[in-house]
């Protein structure tokens, strides 16, 4: 089995800072592309930031210049630093990873249950 365990969430003022960490355990043989998504009350799942291999570092526009994306390969671990937050960030944030896990002979995407992050303005 593969799990990733998002934790950082939590409630901020408006301007403030929080930083996420997702920790991806289990059978995996190899990453490939690991990123953060998130899903606000009535809205979509939308990409925020994402670490490919193949693509570097992929940023949504409303994040650029504030939000930023790293990894740790030797740990398996994903972080979110989120600086100047605003009340529109507020959303559910969801670790996504896309692996070869020793359960499978293909690469699949995994999720990670999610970390409640709210903005207060």
């Known amino acids: 089995q593969v799990q990733l365990v998002e934790s950082g969430g939590g409630l901020v003022q408006a301007g403030g800072s929080l930083r996420l960490s997702c920790a991806a355990s289990?059978?995996?043989?190899?990453?490939?592309?690991m990123g953060w998504y998130r899903q606000a009350p009535g809205k979509q799942r939308e990409l925020v930031a994402r670490?490919?291999?193949?693509?570097?570092?992929i940023y949504a526009d409303s994040v650029k210049g504030r939000f930023t994306i790293s990894r740790d390969n030797a740990k398996n671990l994903l972080y979110l630093q989120m600086n100047n937050m605003k009340p529109e960030n507020a959303a559910v944030y969801y670790c996504?990873?896309?692996?070869?896990?020793?359960?499978?002979?293909?690469?699949?995407?995994?999720w990670g249950q999610g970390t409640q992050v709210t903005v207060s303005s």
């Open positions: 996504n990873a896309n692996l070869l896990s020793s359960y499978s002979s293909r690469d699949s995407d995994y």
């Open positions: 289990g059978a995996i043989v190899r990453i490939n592309d």
């Open positions: 670490s490919s291999r193949g693509e570097g570092i």
